[in-house]
């Protein structure tokens, strides 16, 4: 993480030096709704655990075309993983 990372103001949007950026082009100031499982794993403060996988297996299960059930993009898995 960039030394001023835990410093840094935090802003919604985006500013005239974001825009500046290579990539840029793929920014999207509106968006989708919120998923409801999502906004229920964000609330709880973790993520339902029937679609995790161990990390060991993250390479082979994130190769698979398409879309995994769950993409909220952690948990904590029994076991303490």
């Known amino acids: 993480m960039p030394a001023n990372y835990a410093t840094e103001p935090r802003y919604l949007g985006y500013r005239d030096d974001d825009e500046a950026k290579p990539h840029a082009k793929y920014f999207q100031a509106q968006t989708l709704p919120i998923q409801d499982h999502v906004r229920e794993s964000l609330l709880s403060g973790i993520a339902p655990t029937e679609h995790a996988y161990d990390i060991r297996d993250a390479a082979r299960?994130?190769?698979?075309?398409?879309?995994?059930?769950?993409?909220?993009?952690?948990?904590?898995?029994?076991?303490?993983?």
């Open 61 to 81: 299960i994130m190769s698979r075309p398409g879309h995994q059930a769950r993409e909220t993009g952690w948990t904590h898995l029994p076991g303490g993983t």
